[in-house]
């Protein structure tokens, strides 16, 4: 394991691929865009394959987040849109859509979309054409959502393997307002700091203090915190050292380790 020496992250910040005077939007992996008016007129000839049957399928996970308690429009429409089988082993595309977490290799996992859905809608009021940090990146899915929802996101991997296949999984989706870097988000990124919001997607006894004041102050953190048991936590930064901070709900991720790999 070693360390990436600060002034490398930069060099390390990696477009997404956006082509040039590309449109905002989410493309699927077909190239064709699903969910917007141009998406829905490029559906019709999508009948084969996983195309249509998996528009379906997300349609009714959003059903279910819904019914779960998430109100936020913008994340439904995200989660509505954004291909989740296309961001797992093809051997678990099938079981996409279901509320849980699936592994993506490396001993990671992607989050199940209930748990996607809460974090992004908890960062939803000061993400929305604000600036976010993510520190996780895994395979990718949940930075297409945030980059759905704020202005600019960036978004951290420790793991090279994991970071070079969340740019393959995320290429065709065309976000030019997502970049992705390798490096230890424990670090958080000063070069594009201070941020409106932080999604931590990788669990911790507690946060190094050095990250939190990478947000401006109003700004929120959304992280799993604790040991043996962790909590979804919201930190708000009230003030220039102070942090105000919420129990949501019980939650198991993955542990944030330090260095990179
Ligand atoms: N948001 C991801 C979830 C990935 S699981 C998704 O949608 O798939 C958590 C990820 O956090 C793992 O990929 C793990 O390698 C990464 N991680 C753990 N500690 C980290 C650190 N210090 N910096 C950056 N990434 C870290």
Redesign the pocket.
């Known amino acids: 394991m070693t360390r990436t020496p600060r002034k490398n992250w930069m060099a390390e910040l990696v477009p997404s691929d956006a082509a040039p005077g590309a449109r905002r939007g989410v493309r699927a992996r077909s190239g064709r865009l699903e969910g917007t008016q141009e998406g829905q007129k490029a559906m019709t000839p999508l009948s084969e394959g996983l195309g249509l049957t998996s528009a379906r399928l997300r349609l009714r996970m959003v059903e279910r987040l819904r019914a779960s308690g998430i109100r936020e429009e913008r994340v439904l429409a995200a989660m509505a849109q954004v291909p989740r089988h296309a961001?797992v082993d093809e051997a678990l595309a099938s079981r996409a859509y279901e509320d849980s977490a699936l592994p993506?290799g490396?001993e990671?996992?992607?989050?199940q979309p209930f748990i996607?859905a809460r974090m992004t809608e908890t960062l939803c009021a000061c993400a929305q054409g604000g600036k976010v940090l993510?520190?996780?990146?895994?395979?990718?899915?949940?930075?297409a959502i945030l980059a759905a929802i704020a202005g600019e996101v960036y978004?951290?991997?420790?793991?090279r393997v994991?970071h070079d296949r969340?740019r393959q999984n995320l290429r065709p989706l065309r976000l030019p307002n997502l970049r992705l870097v390798y490096?230890?988000?424990?670090n958080g990124l000063p070069e594009a700091a201070p941020f409106d919001g932080m999604?931590i997607?990788?669990a911790a006894a507690d946060l190094p203090e050095t990250l939190l004041l990478q947000l401006r102050v109003g700004g929120v953190a959304i992280a799993p915190l604790g040991q043996d048991r962790q909590s979804l936590c919201r930190i708000s930064r009230t003030g220039p050292r102070s942090f105000a901070r919420e129990r949501l709900e019980d939650v198991r991720?993955?542990?944030?380790?330090?260095?990179?790999t």
């Open positions: 961001f993506i490396l990671q996992t992607i989050s996607v993510e520190i996780g990146t895994g395979c990718g899915y949940q930075a978004s951290v991997e420790r793991i994991l969340a490096g230890d988000g424990l999604l997607a990788a991720f993955v542990p944030l380790l330090p260095g990179t």
